[in-house]
């Protein structure tokens, strides 16, 4: 744990340091707050510098300042050794919400988050092996893509514009079929990490075929993934039957059992290509393994109408009745829902997964995200695959999320810029189970960051850090990105990742899907 009060010491280079007689004036706590003063004030009352509270202004006639001047002894307390400093013009932790933390640092060991911490208290704390100044940028928690297929980076294009089954069956299921395997796979993951680290997206929720493939090559990449284990009722080139589907699924899942940046969770497809026995089996093993169930649910009106013409029950209805609603579900799209269908979400810990670009593109409808964000429902945010949407791109995302979102509720206050960036973040991480470990900054937690440079002219002048994230700020700012602790991208340069060999391979896939 970061020590509160920094303690000076004498450092390893001989400089001194002020004694513990010393005393060093804190520089004022300068805490502006548009609303009641929230109870982590006492975590962060040793720190110096400033914080604000942004996107509570409507609320409040008035800001409230509190000052602390009282003085923090210092002691004679080595600097700790830790392996990084980054410090920061601006860190926005996410957790707590809606706070910018102005010259702060986070010093990181490891794979890990030390402390989040001022910029003069860090230098006094820590004795790094690297530092990175970031004087003209904003540190995030690194955005958590909820929702994709990554391999389909490859199918980036191939067809638009077209209705989502017209879509689904005459183009993208037989040119997947053509290609598909371990080699398209790991060539289209691959793809994708280098256009997410450049996004500033640090982790994928992944649903496709061969997960063996798709998590390896997340794992020879560094990158931090949950892999989908597929089910769907037919024979594919990944599995024949139903049994080969589980058998697998076990086999991936046990393969990747304790590894630092690969987990598993059941991909059954979707309520129209899944059985109700496959459901029931994965409800079983999903508890067993504890596991999340990862799923396409009520993307379209279509499939609503369509279950209901087969089994008399609304897809989510059929999976109340097989015990799938519960807080391992992840649902994904959710464009159709009543108000009851919310507040059984709310209940039973559902985490929904908001697509907004893919819904859009594919006329699927419109996720009621601020309904389901009042109702207490974790809301995560996700990009779809590039076939539908067409990019990874989750400030894109993020910020179609804020904008449909109060178009949807007729409410310009709904879904503020803190709340966008907290779904596509700590959102998207409760959602696949790793809340604990990422989506936000904070001691303890995994160092997946990203810098996002905002003296750009497209985000001048700055009044609000995280309005000029949320609908300012594009992928092409984020200048540095941090997976574990490693850094991934330096100065938009990804650092570890053959680039020319990665669009070579790309061009080599399109030359044979266009052929077909
Ligand atoms: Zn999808």
């Given at each position: 744990?970061?020590?509160?009060?920094?303690?000076?010491?004498?450092?390893?280079?001989?400089?001194?340091?002020?004694?513990?007689?010393?005393?060093?004036?804190?520089?004022?706590?300068?805490?502006?707050?548009?609303?009641?003063?929230?109870?982590?004030?006492?975590?962060?009352?040793?720190?110096?510098?400033?914080?604000?509270?942004e996107?509570?202004?409507?609320?409040?006639?008035?800001?409230?300042?509190?000052?602390?001047?009282?003085?923090?002894?210092?002691?004679?307390?080595q600097?700790?050794?830790i392996?990084?400093?980054?410090?920061?013009?601006?860190?926005?932790?996410?957790?707590?919400?809606?706070?910018?933390?102005?010259?702060?640092?986070?010093?990181?060991?490891?794979?890990?988050?030390?402390?989040?911490?001022?910029?003069?208290?860090?230098?006094?704390?820590?004795?790094?092996?690297?530092?990175?100044?970031?004087?003209?940028?904003?540190?995030?928690?690194?955005?958590?893509?909820?929702?994709?297929?990554?391999?389909?980076?490859?199918?980036?294009?191939?067809?638009?514009d077209?209705?989502?089954?017209?879509?689904?069956?005459?183009?993208?299921?037989?040119?997947?079929?053509?290609?598909?395997?371990?080699?398209?796979?790991?060539d289209?993951?691959?793809?994708?990490?280098?256009?997410?680290?450049?996004?500033?997206?640090?982790?994928?929720?992944?649903?496709?075929?061969?997960?063996?493939?798709?998590?390896?090559?997340?794992?020879?990449?560094?990158?931090?993934?949950?892999?989908?284990?597929?089910?769907?009722?037919?024979?594919?080139?990944?599995?024949?039957?139903?049994?080969?589907?589980?058998?697998?699924?076990?086999?991936?899942?046990?393969?990747?059992?304790?590894?630092?940046?690969?987990?598993?969770?059941?991909?059954?497809?979707?309520?129209?290509?899944?059985?109700?026995?496959?459901?029931?089996?994965?409800?079983?093993?999903?508890?067993?393994l504890?596991?999340?169930?990862?799923?396409?649910?009520?993307?379209?009106?279509?499939?609503?109408?369509?279950?209901?013409?087969?089994?008399?029950?609304?897809?989510?209805?059929r999976?109340?009745?097989?015990?799938?609603?519960?807080?391992?579900?992840?649902?994904?799209?959710?464009?159709?829902?009543?108000?009851?269908?919310?507040?059984?979400?709310?209940?039973?810990?559902?985490?929904?997964?908001?697509?907004?670009?893919s819904?859009?593109?594919?006329?699927?409808?419109?996720?009621?995200?601020?309904?389901?964000?009042?109702?207490?429902?974790?809301?995560?945010?996700?990009?779809?695959?590039?076939?539908?949407?067409?990019?990874?791109?989750?400030?894109?995302?993020?910020?179609?999320?804020?904008?449909?979102?109060?178009?949807?509720?007729?409410?310009?206050?709904?879904?503020?810029?803190?709340s966008?960036l907290?779904?596509?973040?700590?959102?998207?991480?409760?959602?696949?189970g790793?809340?604990?470990?990422?989506?936000?900054?904070?001691?303890?937690?995994?160092?997946?960051?990203?810098a996002?440079?905002?003296?750009?002219l497209?985000?001048?002048?700055?009044?609000?850090?995280?309005?000029?994230?949320?609908?300012?700020?594009?992928?092409?700012?984020?200048?540095?990105?941090?997976?574990?602790?490693?850094?991934?991208?330096?100065?938009?340069?990804?650092?570890?990742?053959d680039?020319?060999?990665?669009?070579?391979?790309?061009?080599?896939?399109?030359?044979?899907?266009?052929?077909?």
């Amino acid at each position: 744990m970061p020590k509160r009060t920094p303690k000076a010491a004498r450092r390893a280079d001989g400089r001194s340091h002020p004694s513990s007689s010393e005393i060093l004036t804190r520089s004022v706590l300068e805490f502006v707050c548009f609303a009641r003063v929230p109870n982590w004030i006492p975590a962060y009352a040793g720190m110096t510098s400033k914080m604000t509270i942004e996107g509570r202004r409507r609320k409040v006639s008035r800001p409230l300042h509190i000052r602390i001047t009282e003085p923090i002894a210092m002691s004679d307390t080595q600097p700790q050794p830790i392996d990084l400093l980054i410090e920061a013009r601006w860190v926005v932790p996410v957790e707590p919400h809606a706070v910018v933390l102005e010259d702060h640092a986070v010093a990181v060991t490891g794979d890990r988050i030390v402390a989040v911490l001022p910029i003069a208290a860090a230098r006094t704390t820590y004795a790094p092996r690297e530092t990175v100044r970031l004087p003209e940028h904003a540190l995030i928690p690194g955005l958590v893509n909820a929702h994709t297929h990554n391999p389909m980076t490859l199918l980036r294009g191939l067809a638009d514009d077209l209705p989502l089954m017209v879509w689904l069956q005459q183009h993208i299921w037989p040119a997947e079929a053509k290609v598909i395997g371990p080699e398209f796979v790991r060539d289209g993951v691959e793809l994708a990490v280098a256009e997410m680290l450049r996004g500033g997206t640090t982790c994928a929720n992944e649903n496709y075929f061969f997960p063996d493939a798709i998590g390896a090559t997340y794992r020879k990449l560094g990158f931090r993934a949950v892999v989908g284990l597929p089910v769907i009722e037919f024979p594919t080139a990944w599995a024949k039957s139903q049994d080969e589907y589980f058998e697998r699924a076990g086999e991936v899942h046990d393969s990747f059992r304790g590894d630092a940046l690969v987990s598993t969770a059941f991909a059954p497809h979707a309520p129209y290509t899944v059985s109700d026995e496959s459901f029931a089996r994965i409800r079983v093993l999903a508890d067993q393994l504890d596991i999340p169930v990862h799923l396409h649910l009520h993307e379209t009106a279509h499939e609503v109408e369509e279950e209901k013409a087969k089994s008399g029950l609304r897809p989510f209805q059929r999976l109340q009745k097989l015990g799938l609603v519960n807080d391992r579900l992840i649902a994904v799209h959710m464009t159709q829902l009543t108000d009851g269908e919310i507040a059984a979400c709310a209940e039973a810990g559902v985490s929904v997964v908001h697509c907004p670009e893919s819904n859009l593109k594919l006329a699927s409808g419109f996720c009621p995200a601020e309904k389901l964000r009042k109702a207490g429902v974790t809301l995560a945010i996700g990009t779809d695959g590039c076939a539908s949407n067409n990019d990874l791109d989750m400030f894109g995302e993020l910020r179609t999320a804020a904008l449909l979102a109060k178009a949807v509720a007729n409410d310009a206050a709904a879904f503020d810029a803190a709340s966008a960036l907290r779904a596509a973040t700590l959102g998207s991480a409760k959602a696949m189970g790793l809340d604990a470990k990422i989506g936000s900054i904070e001691a303890g937690k995994q160092a997946d960051l990203a810098a996002v440079r905002l003296s750009d002219l497209e985000t001048q002048p700055l009044y609000h850090v995280a309005s000029q994230l949320a609908y300012a700020a594009g992928r092409h700012q984020v200048s540095d990105v941090w997976v574990a602790g490693r850094r991934k991208l330096a100065a938009r340069e990804l650092v570890d990742m053959d680039v020319a060999g990665v669009l070579a391979r790309a061009h080599a896939w399109r030359e044979r899907i266009a052929e077909r």
